[in-house]
């Protein structure tokens, strides 16, 4: 004992409490003996806890049912329509009548959404690696915060952005409507690479570095990759999101022809966003009709990729905890 | 307080150059462009002054305003083993990383004073810390290997160092040296992560020598490792010592005396509420254990403090 105090002064005072501390506290002391049933407060917490347990069951049970509700009207509407003829034709020539597809549509949102992809993958990951490896802590404060606001500038906004840079004085495109979708993705391809990046184990980065190799190559070669499954998984729900993006197409691609193009710098492509709004606003009902089988199709992609997704992050997060 | 360890054994002429803080024939010895010494260096017979591999001179490192440590001086000798003991928070890993620059990353870390190493100043403005890195390696208390394959955990380093020549003799001379190459010889292919916690950090000592560095740096290397897995390390260490020289932090008083040749204890200060470590004192490691100056140091290797 007289060895601990002479080595560390100060240390007394934990050791022994002062002498009041039974007293000061003897209203709150536990009998260890009482019997083991729940005291009256501890019961009044349990009923309280319960309600709001079932409070919380309710709402979570009514956004299953919300989203139950609209696959079922949507699928109970556009299910009968879908055939390989509707998947791969064109509208007909005379929009009044039945038959015909959403062919050039589905093509045309494949390939919006596949340049805006191109577009926003790497600016967003190359801005994450910027945030996560390279900024300052401010710089990377200030980066993000820029990303969440782009992601909450509302989609008609950015379309009148992008008609006056690119399509004022011009003719819509499809490459027009691309570049707003890319905006759209940026910020989530961004903030969900680098969400990925952080969870990169620090122990990780100290390997490489401890091995003598520059930054930029530990990077590529253990940083990245490690990271890659849940890149791949924001892009992809990024992209899920866009396929469904209708506001900026409506102003930068929506009119376009019956048939499949490629001419994305002159033309504006066929998408499924506009074909769905534009068949749903004539007074037709075949029109109609081929709008809820094109509104099912888009769903049914979007629930794939995203329930896909989730599960390819699942798999890879298991992987880097191991 | 600092103390410097004159190197074994000591002639008066030499303690008389060490006082007048003349350095011992630095430069003089010094590797071609600083690239690691060739591996046939390795059985020489002992020389009488040993060669100084890190000369410290009174750093004080500090993470933000709180000071880690402060006034530590010490001389790291070729081809030996020193080990660095102390409590909890004294600062050992802190002192360990400052060799390597691997503290350069962490938000608010300052250092004053000068580590020379074969010479050179570590913290002069044009040295890289890539390079530094390069030339002194690193192994870390948790084992961390890539998550790639154990041949890849092995041969990434030389690849990406531009050493792609005989890649393959080179990974097995590595995992030989190691101990490890019997174990693993058969699943080359297969997750590092397949290994246990004592393959996994020789593993990780493969691939720091791999590209065959000129220190070794290893911060607890078996404290989260079983009695039979500690040994194959320890001993490990006694064979690497003739190609590397070894630095090495343990908590563990038996693994200190057992395979180091020089021990540093560190210890905490506290003055004026601040808590932050220092070198107590440093010297042969039977002298540490048997004959320690400091009674500070006594008290601890014994059991009586810490
Ligand atoms: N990255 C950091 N940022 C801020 N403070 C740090 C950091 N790393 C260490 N410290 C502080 O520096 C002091 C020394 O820590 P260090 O890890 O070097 O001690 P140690 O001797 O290695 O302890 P242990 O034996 O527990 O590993 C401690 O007070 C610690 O809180
Ligand atoms: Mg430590």
């Known amino acids: 004992m007289s060895d601990l105090e002479s080595t560390s002064e100060g240390g007394t005072a934990l050791l022994d409490p002062p002498d009041h501390f039974d007293d000061l506290f003897a209203s709150e002391r536990l009998d260890p003996a009482r019997p083991l049933t729940a005291s009256r407060q501890l019961r009044r917490r349990q009923i309280f806890s319960r309600a709001m347990e079932s409070t919380q069951t309710a709402a979570a049970l009514l956004a299953v049912a919300m989203l139950a509700f609209v696959v079922y009207s949507v699928a109970s509407r556009g299910a009968s329509v879908l055939s390989f003829e509707f998947l791969t034709a064109g509208p007909p020539a005379i929009e009044e009548t039945a038959g015909g597809g959403i062919g050039p549509m589905i093509v045309g949102t494949a390939t919006l959404v596949g340049i805006a992809t191109v577009i926003a993958m790497p600016i967003g990951i190359l801005a994450a690696l910027y945030m996560t490896e390279f900024a300052s802590r401010r710089a990377a404060r200030l980066l993000r915060m820029v990303l969440d606001l782009l992601f909450g500038v509302p989609s008609i906004v950015l379309a009148l952005f992008v008609f006056e840079l690119i399509v004022a004085g011009k003719s819509e495109s499809g490459f027009a409507g691309s570049f707003a979708l890319a905006i759209i993705m940026l910020p989530l391809v961004a903030r969900a690479s680098q969400e990925t990046l952080l969870l990169v184990p620090q122990g990780l980065r100290d390997a490489a570095a401890a091995l003598g190799v520059s930054h930029w190559r530990a990077l590529r070669g253990v940083v990245l990759p490690s990271a890659l499954g849940g890149i791949i998984t924001g892009t992809v729900l990024a992209l899920a999101r866009a396929a469904g993006e209708s506001a900026p197409l409506i102003i930068l691609s929506a009119v376009f022809s019956r048939t499949v193009n490629f001419n994305i710098f002159s033309e504006a492509t066929p998408n499924i966003p506009v074909y769905i709004y534009k068949a749903s606003t004539a007074a037709n009902p075949y029109g109609w009709a081929r709008a809820w089988g094109a509104a099912f199709v888009l769903l049914l992609f979007i629930l794939i990729v995203n329930i896909g997704a989730r599960a390819l992050h699942a798999r890879g997060r298991r992987k880097m905890a191991r | 307080m600092s103390t410097e360890v004159t190197d074994a054994p000591s002639t008066p002429r030499q303690r008389v150059r060490i006082q007048t803080g003349e350095r011992e024939d630095l430069g003089a010895r010094e590797p071609a462009n600083g690239t690691a010494p060739a591996l046939a260096g390795a059985g020489q017979a002992k020389p009488a002054a040993r060669e100084t591999i890190f000369d410290v001179r009174d750093i004080s490192v500090s993470y933000g305003a709180s000071t880690a440590i402060a006034g530590v001086s010490l001389k790291v000798p070729r ?199 220092a070198l107590v004192e440093y010297d042969e490691t039977s002298t540490i254990f048997t004959r320690p100056k400091d009674p500070r140091t006594g008290d601890y290797v014994t059991g009586r403090f810490g």
């Open chain 2, 79 to 277: 081809h030996l083993i020193t080990a660095l003991i102390g409590p909890s928070g004294c600062g050992k890993s802190t002192f360990l990383r400052c060799l390597n620059r691997m503290n350069d990353t962490v938000p608010g870390f300052g250092l004053t004073g000068q580590i020379l190493y074969h010479g050179n100043d570590l913290y002069a403005p044009r040295v890289d810390p890539v390079e530094v890195r390069r030339r002194i390696g690193m192994v870390f208390q948790r084992p961390n290997p890539l998550p790639k394959s154990i041949y890849d955990n092995v041969a990434w380093a030389p690849r990406n160092l531009g050493m792609k020549a005989n890649l393959d003799e080179r990974v097995e001379r590595a995992l030989r040296g190691a101990a490890l190459w019997e174990e693993v010889k058969d699943r080359l292919k297969q997750s590092a992560f397949g290994l246990s916690g004592g393959q996994q950090q020789r593993l990780c000592i493969a691939r720091a020598i791999a590209i065959e560095p000129d220190v070794l740096l290893l911060d607890e290397p078996a404290s989260a490792l079983d009695p039979i897995a500690t040994a194959s390390i320890e001993e490990l260490m006694l064979n690497l010592k003739h190609r590397f020289t070894i630095v090495i932090v343990t908590h563990n008083m038996q693994q200190a005396a057992r395979i180091a040749d020089r021990t540093a204890f560190f210890s905490l200060e506290v003055s004026a509420g601040k808590r932050t470590g």
